[in-house]
């Protein structure tokens, strides 16, 4: 886990004041789910993003929302894949190229790429849990010798709910890569795997003492996942989790985000699985 | 001036006990402390030590607070009632800035935090423990939180030992009173018999130093049974505690028993009307609201207070994290007797009694938690494993 002094520095200023960026570029990945680029409008701009890390996102004059950061560039862009479940999000996902949006960040912990240098990854993806992975993607790319086996596991509800439809596919020409992309149902125009996440896990290769998972999606899928890979061998200690919560101010004061003793905007959202196993078999928590 | 050094006693009679209160205005602070309102003592700005609640006192119990006269002229002769501090640093309802469309963006401009130096006249033990917590929920993390941190620095602790405890006063299970330990400018003992009425007074810091400077000819040398009759009154305090909450591995109890069938209990009883967060002095969840001007031009963000009780408080994607009534009391007992000490080092319960006092059908934290202790490790299915 990062610490701390590792961690990029939030937004300077006022904890709560958003920093104006205009957005870029707009693309639709699925009817209800925009992905949107943006950049800095004026001089100021957010720090440096860590994959797994997200951002509050605010449409002017309706309110924030935690998104996750699906793509960061050293020149300041940002990519944010949004679905429309509320107000907020709703206005997220109608803004189109010139908009100004609002942004504050970068926050908590992401995943923790460094301390998984030399093993094997698997990545297993529900839905829109696959945005907040994608940095950590293209991170391994970057430094792709650095890992072991590396393989995906991206499911979604129907074939029209995956996102990031046609990138998956360059992901697919890779030889140093394995894809497994399953939806829940389809119709015969879906010729690939049909089946919850989980169903894939028996067929994933991955050697149990050598692996690290990260794992992102709804918390039902996260839950089955990880016992599914519990009972593969893999130990509670090197599966990670991405937790998704209410969120205010994201730093620790409005307590809305809590997860047991976490803070999902601060010790979170990435949080390891044996520390959290024992919540995500509770309802309600 | 004459110089007064921490750690100094002095006697402040009865008589002289406003030259205090003039000290503190003439020094530039705003006086906040305890006054009658509405059938309750609460915590407002004082004009005069003649706003005091001289000569009531409170009854308090589960679900209960009275005031009733006492047959002195103590000052200071009851515990604490439903207001606390809190709301002085942390407003019930607060903005945090102001946004104007610009061309092409917009631009922020913060709240500025403006404001005299307070004087919180009149603090108990349990309440500088709890702004002790406080401290370290707003400007103990990485970021500090502006609108606190700025009010905070300009706050003077006036303490008052207490000469009595309330019947949900439980502040010796807690660690936090009666007596003062810490985190106090000056700290007040108010003595009502072997002599006139009269109030000890301890020099705690540099800055009660200098106000008690200012009043040198208010004050009289402390005798060794001045010292000894204020710690007789807090141990009678002590003593008489309305309630005890054992904390020996308290933590490790709730965390143990989150599917223990007396959270299905205590749900049947609970409103979730969230005045146990209200009143509590340490409870710092609240949320953020977007306030548009007519034109679309302007827009304000305001802070307000919110409850872990309140069904909105964890929606996700239209639909709430924690739906039933169980899951929300659950929280916040396990939050503040709990997870509060992995989150900050400390409990959140500071053994004031608040949340049972104003608790309108009368629950009572303790009796819950002796509940769970009486039957460890038993497990309803209902709140049980999900697979």
Request: hydrophobic content about 40%; some cysteine.
């Amino acid at each position: 886990m990062l610490t701390d002094a590792d961690r990029p520095a939030p937004t300077p200023g006022h904890p709560f004041a958003p920093v104006p960026y205009r957005v870029r570029a707009v693309a639709t990945e699925t009817p209800d789910t925009t992905t949107i680029v943006i950049e800095p409008w004026g001089t100021r701009r957010i720090g440096r993003t860590q994959p797994g890390q997200f951002v509050m996102l605010y449409a002017f004059g309706i309110g924030e929302s935690p998104i996750g950061v699906a793509g960061g560039h050293p020149d300041g862009q940002l990519v944010h894949t949004v679905r429309n479940a509320g107000k907020v999000t709703g206005a997220l996902g109608r803004l189109t190229p010139g908009d100004t949006v609002g942004v504050r960040g970068p926050y908590g912990h992401g995943w923790p790429i460094g301390e998984a240098k030399g093993r094997d990854i698997l990545i297993v993806a529900g839905g829109l849990g696959l945005p907040p992975l994608r940095p950590l993607v293209y991170e391994l790319f970057a430094r792709r010798e650095s890992y072991g086996r590396v393989e995906i596991i991206y499911g979604a509800r129907t074939p029209k709910d995956l996102v990031y439809y046609d990138e998956i596919q360059t992901w697919r020409r890779r030889n140093d890569l394995r894809l497994q992309v399953t939806v829940d149902a389809a119709g015969r125009e879906w010729y690939g795997d049909v089946g919850v996440v989980t169903t894939r896990i028996p067929d994933a290769r991955f050697e149990t003492g050598r692996t690290t998972a990260f794992l992102c999606g709804p918390e039902i899928m996260m839950r089955m996942t990880a016992q599914a890979l519990v009972a593969r061998g893999l130990a509670p200690e090197a599966i990670w989790v991405s937790m998704e919560r209410n969120m205010k101010c994201a730093v620790g004061f409005c307590g809305h985000c809590q997860f047991g003793p976490s803070f999902v905007c601060r010790d979170g959202p990435v949080l390891r699985y044996d520390r959290v196993q024992h919540l995500l078999s509770l309802r309600e928590v | 001036m004459v110089r007064a050094e921490v750690g100094d006693r002095r006697i402040l009679s009865r008589s002289a006990f406003p030259e205090l209160f003039h000290a503190l205005t003439e020094a530039g602070y705003q006086v906040i402390g305890p006054t009658v309102r509405d059938g309750a003592i609460v915590y407002d700005r004082l004009r005069s030590v003649a706003d005091l609640p001289e000569g009531w006192t409170d009854r308090q119990g589960a679900g209960q607070y009275r005031l009733e006269r006492r047959n002195d002229a103590a000052l200071f002769g009851y515990t604490v009632g439903p207001a606390s501090w809190k709301k002085f640093l942390f407003p019930a309802r607060e903005r945090l800035w102001t946004a104007t469309k610009e061309e092409g963006g917009f631009s922020v401009r913060a709240e500025p935090v403006e404001g005299p130096p307070l004087a919180f006249f009149g603090m108990r033990a349990c309440e500088l423990a709890a702004l002790g917590v406080t401290d370290r929920v707003f400007q103990g993390g990485p970021v500090a939180d502006p609108g606190y941190s700025a009010r905070r620095a300009r706050v003077l602790r006036i303490a008052v030992q207490c000469g009595q405890s309330g019947g949900t006063c439980f502040c010796v299970s807690m660690g936090t009173g009666p007596g003062v330990r810490a985190g106090a400018d000056l700290v007040l003992t108010e003595i009502l018999t072997h002599g006139p009425h009269r109030f000890l007074l301890e020099v705690a810091s540099e800055a009660g130093a200098a106000v008690v400077g200012r009043i040198p000819s208010a004050l009289a040398a402390a005798g060794a049974e001045d010292t000894e009759r204020a710690e007789a009154i807090v141990a009678a305090t002590a003593a008489s505690m309305g309630r005890t909450m054992p904390t020996e591995g308290l933590p490790e109890l709730l965390r143990g028993n989150l599917a223990h069938p007396r959270w299905e209990d205590v749900a049947r009883r609970c409103l979730s009307c969230t005045n146990c967060t209200m009143v509590c002095p340490t409870c710092f969840c609240s949320s953020h609201e977007e306030v548009p001007d007519l034109d679309g031009r302007t827009v304000e963000r305001w802070r307000h207070w919110d409850s872990c009780f309140n069904l909105a408080f964890t929606e996700l994607h239209g639909q709430s994290v924690r739906k039933s009534g169980l899951s929300r009391y659950r929280q916040w007992l396990t939050h503040k007797l709990g997870t509060w000490h992995e989150q900050f080092g400390t409990s959140g319960c500071v053994g004031c009694g608040r949340c049972i006092t104003w608790c309108p059908v009368g629950i009572d934290l303790t009796a819950e938690v002796a509940a769970i202790r009486a039957t460890p490790g038993a497990v309803t299915p209902k709140a049980g494993g999900k697979t």
